[in-house]
């Protein structure tokens, strides 16, 4: 071991049956415990923001995928791929498409989707499920990449669920290096950038009872996705891009460039074929 790695912090290593580098463990596990207890008094309970309140008294699946979605949508048989609670698939269901089937990994979302859309009346034309072989016209998903814990596999599955000419419509976000993309652990902008995932997910085991112990774990998943990555993983999928657009921050637009873009992306939206 040279004299910079004792200094590294890091896990404690074990070599030879030996424990290796007992005092960077000690300071790492101290490190954590200060974290957690800032991170506790800057937000001792669940942070307000990421309500879903932006969307009030607006239909979030146009907000996010623009006014012409219902009419490239209207009489076509459609999955909402992540769909939670139902209701950008309830949307499209009362104002366009032929029928809906909304898919998530959580029953309990499911269970509450399928409430909601009897409450609304479409219970006959949106169904939801954890998984189809049903082949459809097009695939949405709203605020889902980022959560999907294998989204290279995600992207395969909705190429398979399409026919020939179907449409993946996207929108997702925040990604990881916005200032919200740590999801609830951004407690101020970029703050899950600054603090450890080990203190980080200490404050929300506080707060939070499904025992993740890794960002990946979380109820719903968080994958640390970049726009970067996305693109990538876009690239090597079957699926063709029509357009692939980093809609910008609007306060920080001016700052918004192919170099900046993974700081100062609101959300990416794409449409992407198969052909
Ligand atoms: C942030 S929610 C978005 C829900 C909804 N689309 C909306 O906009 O309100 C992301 C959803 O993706 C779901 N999800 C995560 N991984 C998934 C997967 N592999 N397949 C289907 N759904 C998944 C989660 O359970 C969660 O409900």
């Given amino acids: 071991m040279n004299g910079s790695a004792q200094f590294k912090i890091s896990p404690v290593g074990i070599r030879g049956g030996g424990l290796t580098r007992p005092v960077p463990q000690a300071l790492d596990s101290a490190l954590n415990r200060l ?12 942070p307000g923001y990421m309500s879903g309140e932006v969307y009030k008294g607006k239909t979030k699946i146009k907000v996010l995928l623009g006014d012409h979605v219902f ?15 139902g209701d950008d698939a309830i949307a499209l ?43 459809v016209d ?59 995932e080990k203190a980080l997910i200490r404050w929300r085991s506080d707060l939070r009872s499904d025992g993740a112990t890794r960002f990946s774990e979380v109820a719903g998943g968080l994958n640390q996705m970049t726009i970067a990555r ?19 921050i609007r306060r920080l637009r001016l700052f918004h460039t192919r170099h900046t873009r993974e700081f100062t992306t609101s959300v990416v939206r794409c449409k ?4």
């Avoid at 974290?35 to 669940?46: D, F, N, V």
């Avoid at 695939?139 to 889902?144: A, T």
């Avoid at 996305?230 to 910008?248: G, N, R, T």
């Fill in 35 to 46: 974290q957690y207890r800032i991170l506790k008094r800057i937000s001792p309970g669940e």
């Fill in 71 to 85: 009419d490239q949508l209207r009489g076509k048989v459609v999955i909402d791929f992540g769909c939670g609670e």
């Fill in 93 to 135: 269901a009362k104002n366009c498409a032929r029928r809906v089937i909304g898919m998530d990994i959580r029953e309990a979302v499911l269970e509450r989707a399928r409430a909601k859309a009897r409450q609304e009346g479409v219970e006959n034309v949106c169904q939801f499920c954890a998984n189809t072989d049903e082949r």
């Fill in 138 to 196: 097009a695939v949405v998903s709203i605020d889902s990449f980022e959560h999907f814990s294998d989204p290279s596999a995600a992207l395969m599955k909705m190429y398979e669920l399409l026919r020939p000419g179907g449409t993946v419509f996207a929108s997702f976000g925040p990604t990881w290096y916005h200032p919200l993309g740590g999801h609830l652990f951004s407690v101020f902008p970029w703050a899950h950038l600054i603090f450890s």
């Fill in 230 to 248: 996305f693109e990538k993983l876009v690239k090597q999928s079957p699926l063709v891009i029509d357009f692939l657009e980093a809609v910008p």
């Fill in 272 to 275: 992407l074929n198969k052909q």
